[in-house]
């Protein structure tokens, strides 16, 4: 009798077992945002979206993690079921390419690409494919050669722009650091993105006869090097939204602040890792507009006929403690008026 329990017992807790395990969530490739479209509706359209971001830092994770969220929580309602299929291109062009040649081999519905690097992959992969192409954080899509016009993209390909306002980050620096009579630019000359932003401040840097300094660089290891150039020979450092400084964006700050002397960033992360200040887009309303226009595509609109979108919204962003550790003073900035981080003890 007793063996007969013990084996009726062990039947029961097998079958509990498989039951919960048939409940489980299907698996998918990619990243820790891959995953199906909870609760979709029956009926739903199931489409897999080839979601790929240049390399990892906050301001691309928090593009990145808005876009899934919103898709996820906007997909029911589009009538549809969402596989997103996360990839990291390393930062390397070749593993781009790589990567969305394979999204285009295994027909997803639409690319999105994160950063000018990501998106001028998806753009070639994609081509005469018929696949549309959404891109997110390109600075300047025109002259990195994605579309023909910001108003009329054309083609398949359509995103938004994270264009930042030079006149803006210089007019904040003006008042944080009157002092300040020349500038460092530190950026990478392959980054269209960093190119199109240098073009800009050059202008505004000529126009005001504000001298200024270059110092290019090819790799994050050479951040430290140039920092140190630049710092010697300017008052101030500035540094477009570039993925190479911004990836060792610690190692500038340290340096600056070594040398009492401010650097004015392109994007809130970099001022979180020690930047002292910019006037930036929000990247998680950023990448919820990018969601939006994918649902756009996924429901029916031809991406290049969506206008590629700027962010128009910008706040100001300071690091308190890089502030303190230089001596410059900002008090005069209440809540109201900024918003304060301090990324550094």
């Known amino acids: 009798m007793k063996k007969l329990f013990a084996l009726l017992l062990t039947i029961a807790m097998v079958l509990s077992v498989t039951a919960c395990g048939g409940k489980s969530a299907p698996a998918s490739s990619g990243g820790s945002d891959a995953g199906t479209t909870p609760s979709a509706p029956d009926g739903a359209k199931k489409v897999t979206v080839g979601l790929i971001q240049l390399t990892e830092h906050p301001s691309l994770d928090e593009i990145r993690e808005t876009i899934t969220s919103r898709l996820a929580e906007k997909a029911a309602e589009n009538g549809l079921d969402i596989q997103v299929n996360y990839q990291n291109g390393q930062g390397d062009t070749?593993?781009?390419?790589?990567?969305?040649?394979?999204?285009?081999?295994?027909?997803?519905?639409?690319?999105?690409?994160?950063?000018?690097?990501?998106?001028?992959?998806?753009?070639?992969?994609?081509?005469?494919?018929?696949?549309?192409?959404?891109?997110?954080?390109?600075?300047?899509?025109?002259?990195?050669?994605?579309?023909?016009?910001?108003?009329?993209?054309?083609?398949?390909?359509?995103?938004?722009?994270?264009?930042?306002?030079?006149?803006?980050?210089?007019?904040?620096?003006?008042?944080?650091?009157?002092?300040?009579?020349?500038?460092?630019?530190?950026?990478?000359?392959?980054?269209?993105?960093?190119?199109?932003?240098?073009?800009?401040?050059?202008?505004?840097?000529?126009?005001?006869?504000?001298?200024?300094?270059?110092?290019?660089?090819?790799?994050?290891?050479?951040?430290?090097?140039?920092?140190?150039?630049?710092?010697?020979?300017?008052?101030?450092?500035?540094?477009p939204i570039d993925n190479t400084v911004a990836s060792a964006m610690a190692v500038l700050a340290d340096e600056a602040i070594k040398a009492k002397k401010p650097v004015y960033v392109a994007a809130d992360s970099m001022v979180a890792d020690g930047g002292l200040a910019t006037v930036g887009v929000n990247y998680t309303n950023l990448g919820s507009q990018t969601a939006d226009m994918v649902l756009k595509v996924l429901t029916g609109t031809p991406a290049g006929e969506i206008p590629v979108e700027i962010l128009r919204d910008n706040a100001i962003v300071i690091n308190g403690n890089t502030a303190r550790a230089i001596g410059v003073d900002i008090s005069k900035y209440g809540p109201n008026d900024a918003d304060i981080v301090s990324a550094l003890s």
Do not use: H, M, W
């Open 94 to 239: 070749s593993t781009i390419n790589t990567i969305c040649q394979q999204f285009v081999a295994n027909q997803v519905d639409v690319i999105v690409a994160i950063a000018t690097p990501a998106a001028q992959g998806a753009a070639a992969a994609a081509e005469n494919s018929g696949i549309p192409v959404v891109f997110s954080a390109v600075t300047d899509p025109v002259a990195a050669g994605l579309v023909a016009s910001i108003e009329a993209p054309g083609g398949s390909i359509t995103g938004t722009s994270d264009a930042i306002p030079v006149e803006k980050i210089f007019s904040l620096a003006q008042e944080l650091t009157p002092d300040v009579k020349s500038y460092g630019l530190i950026y990478n000359t392959s980054e269209d993105n960093s190119l199109s932003v240098i073009a800009q401040v050059k202008d505004y840097l000529e126009g005001k006869g504000i001298p200024y300094t270059e110092g290019a660089v090819t790799t994050s290891a050479d951040v430290q090097s140039s920092a140190r150039n630049l710092l010697e020979r300017c008052d101030a450092v500035f540094a």
